[in-house]
């Protein structure tokens, strides 16, 4: 995991978000406290939350998904994006991080666009399918357990609807899945994920390197190629 774009030298990196970062000051604010965390490599880079932002509003999006929400900088950033009726569905287990999520969300008028289920994410995921949800999400962001996201994927592919965005976070691992002699059982699972989306033909594909690598799966019309 890595709080910035992997692959950059500082100086160009520096002059990456000195050119393109427009982050609003909440935001700012919460990188800089969850930084401070114990496990703040956990966070995702300000230049891929912008992007994810950007993906939101070129979709249209008013309904989102989210599977992972630490301390709430992905939930915001697209809370943020959303028109004023968008609703996020935040799935996560920890009270502990989403208590700095929710002050957050609270600080940035956001908080009435957020519906965070705490519990195990897959629970949360089958129940809006028992529940008639199915197709009914713009877009959704994956970034939880890594021995889960194939569960996770293909929840959120039943949940999005045709035309609908599926993002994954962490999916080049900080270059761990490119060196065969890491064979942890987390690395192995994301190489075996990523190999899977590339065969999936009920998506169209694309691993952008940002972050720690964000790959977008555009689940297809009925009758695309």
């Given at each position: 995991m890595t709080t910035k774009t992997l692959g950059l030298e500082p100086n160009l990196y520096d002059y990456l978000l000195s050119v393109s970062l427009?982050?609003?000051?909440?935001?700012?604010?919460?990188?800089?406290?969850?930084?401070?965390?114990?496990?703040?490599?956990?966070?995702?880079?300000?230049?891929?939350?912008q992007f994810m932002a950007l993906l939101v509003q070129l979709l249209g999006a008013k309904k989102t998904l989210e599977v992972g929400v630490f301390t709430g900088y992905s939930s915001l950033v697209v809370a943020l994006a959303l028109p004023p009726k968008g609703q996020i569905v935040a799935c996560d287990n920890s009270e502990e991080?989403?208590?700095?999520?929710?002050?957050?969300?609270?600080?940035?008028g956001v908080a009435h666009k957020i519906n965070l289920h705490i519990a195990p994410a897959l629970e949360t995921l089958d129940q809006l399918l028992a529940t008639g949800e199915a197709e009914t999400f713009d877009f959704a962001f994956i970034d939880a357990d890594k021995s889960n996201y194939d569960n996770y994927y293909e929840r959120s592919l039943q949940l999005v609807r045709p035309g609908g965005l599926i993002t994954i976070d962490n999916v080049l691992w900080s270059g761990r899945v490119a060196d065969p002699q890491i064979q942890d059982n987390r690395t192995?699972?994301?190489?075996?994920?990523?190999?899977k989306l590339l065969?999936?033909?009920r998506v169209s594909l694309s691993l952008v390197p940002i972050g720690d690598g964000l790959t977008l799966a555009l689940k297809k019309v009925i009758g695309d190629r």
């Open positions: 427009r982050e609003a000051e909440i935001l700012t604010q919460l990188r800089q406290e969850t930084a401070q965390h114990p496990m703040g490599r956990m966070q995702i880079a300000p230049e891929q939350g991080f989403t208590a700095i999520a929710r002050r957050y969300w609270q600080q940035a192995k699972k994301i190489r075996a994920f990523n190999e065969q999936d033909q």
